[in-house]
């Protein structure tokens, strides 16, 4: 069985500061490792994902994520946030190759709110 | 349309009244996947389908909870004699290359 844990369930940061939202997670196989945001009144979208190869990932919008096996951990970070980025943050994970890999299992959820 | 479409997107049921979700897939995605978000929670697995055949059913939390899709496109999740316990996010996704494609869900109220 797989588990996501989040860390924080609520990460308030003041416009232009720097983030980061943790997530670890426990697998006894290999993994694909998520991070959906959720806008306010919208739906899940994908903004990140690490499937294999370079373990630092990034999103068209300044987000980057490091898969840590050691620490079973990817947590997301952002050195400049802004109003725009308050939403609800998932970290989700799936088996990797060879593994039952169709199904997420996501963690409870950060909010972060962005301040002027 | 070019995303996933869910309808309603709200419901408000009496307790003890049946209702029916429906998922409109993005065309061509094989795999769909129903999922229950409570408030304030992560959403949760409930059940998955390739095409027509539900292959993994185990998230249901109990058989008043029903999923089909008989021709492979369009899923109905029916919950049967609702219960308070039931109000949640009901999320519909598709899934292509690892990447799974949510819907905007339905609010599921049960007075």
């Known amino acids: 069985a797989q588990s996501v844990t989040q860390l924080d369930s609520q990460v308030p940061v003041f416009e232009e500061a720097p983030v980061e939202l943790r997530c670890n997670y426990s697998?006894?196989?290999?993994?694909?490792l998520f991070w959906y945001v959720q806008y306010p009144n919208q739906g899940l979208q994908l903004l990140l994902k690490?499937?294999?190869?370079?373990?630092l990932v990034e999103s068209i919008n300044g987000f980057e994520a490091e898969f840590n096996k050691s620490q079973t951990s990817f947590h997301l970070r952002k050195p400049s946030v802004h109003i725009s980025d308050t939403a609800e943050y998932f970290c989700?994970?799936?088996?990797?190759?060879?593994?039952?890999?169709?199904?997420?299992?996501f963690g409870k959820g950060t909010l972060l709110t962005v301040n002027p | 349309g070019a995303g996933v479409s869910q309808s309603p997107r709200y419901k408000v049921a009496k307790r003890g009244q049946d209702v029916a979700l429906r998922c409109d897939p993005i065309?061509?995605?094989?795999?769909l996947f129903w999922y229950q978000q409570a408030l304030g929670q992560g959403p949760e697995f409930l059940t998955y389908?390739?095409?027509?055949?539900?292959?993994?059913k185990s998230g249901l939390p109990s058989d008043r909870f029903f999923a089909e899709r008989p021709e492979g496109s369009v899923s109905t999740l029916k919950i049967q004699r609702t219960q308070q316990e039931d109000s949640a996010v009901y999320l519909c996704?598709?899934?292509?290359?690892?990447?799974?494609?949510f819907g905007p869900g339905t609010r599921l109220t049960v007075l």
């Open positions: 389908f390739q095409n027509e055949a539900q292959l993994d």
């Open positions: 989700a994970v799936s088996g990797g190759s060879g593994g039952s890999n169709y199904k997420l299992t």
């Open positions: 697998s006894s196989v290999s993994v694909y």
């Open positions: 996704a598709t899934r292509l290359d690892n990447e799974q494609f």
């Open positions: 065309s061509g995605h094989v795999s």
């Open positions: 690490y499937l294999s190869g370079s373990t």
